[in-house]
T-cell receptor
């Protein structure tokens, strides 16, 4: 069964304290790995798509990387406005047309 | 401004009543999706549509119905057959298929008592 597991469930960081969020997947034949940011009570906001192992994408203080078994979302010198839940999702190369989502990492940046 | 709109933001219904959630997009996307989000669980796919007048069941379609009569619109009806309808419902769209990034609406929080 396809699974996406995110860790940790919750993470509290001081402003400026860099860290990484993990997304491990057991989707056979990965076609794409997506990262989203979700603020409380709102819809997810698209951040990145990664398609192949070794690929990296960056946006402001965020950098997403992909290996054959997991993806990391690195956050460098975070600010309080980076506080949100970060979701990852995977889609397989052959199969029904759906994303498998993880349950998210709730990130809190303390000023 | 291009985007996805969902209405209403909050919806309250009595048990046994059907309710329809609205989803409209002006992104000219072919594919549209409905998800349900519950605390502690990942987003779960209810229905999706890749083209007008065609749609497929997702993982948790029981108790829900949809229509896709126009490219821009993909309404979701939560029927009285849905055992646990209270949840946060999210509509999304993508250019052609799930292989493209999906863009989400603001969500509708449905409470059934």
């Amino acid at each position: 069964e396809d699974q996406v597991t995110q860790s940790p469930e919750a993470l509290r960081l001081q402003e400026g304290e860099s860290s990484s969020l993990n997304c491990s997947y057991t989707v056979s034949g990965l076609r794409g790995l997506f990262w989203y940011r979700q603020d409380p009570g709102k819809g997810p906001e698209f951040l990145f798509t990664l398609y192949s192992a070794g690929e990296e994408k960056e946006k402001e203080r965020l950098k997403a990387t992909l290996t054959k078994k997991e993806s990391f979302l690195h956050i460098t010198a975070p600010k309080p406005e980076d506080s949100a839940t970060y979701l990852c999702a995977a889609v397989k190369l052959f199969g029904n047309e759906k994303l498998t989502f993880g349950t998210g990492t709730r990130l809190t940046i303390i000023p | 401004d291009g985007g996805i709109t969902q209405s209403p933001k909050y919806l309250f219904r009595k048990e046994g009543q059907n309710v329809t959630l609205s989803c409209e997009q002006n992104l000219n996307h072919d594919a549209m999706y409905w998800y349900r989000q519950d605390p502690g669980q990942g987003l779960r796919l209810i229905y999706y549509s890749q083209i007008v007048n065609d749609f497929q069941k997702g993982d948790i379609a029981e108790g829900y119905s949809v229509s896709r009569e126009k490219k821009e619109s993909f309404p979701l009806t939560v029927t009285s057959a849905q055992k646990n309808p209270t949840a946060f419902y999210l509509c999304a769209s993508s250019i052609t298929s799930v292989l493209n990034e999906q863009y989400f609406g603001p969500g509708t929080r449905l409470t059934v008592t």
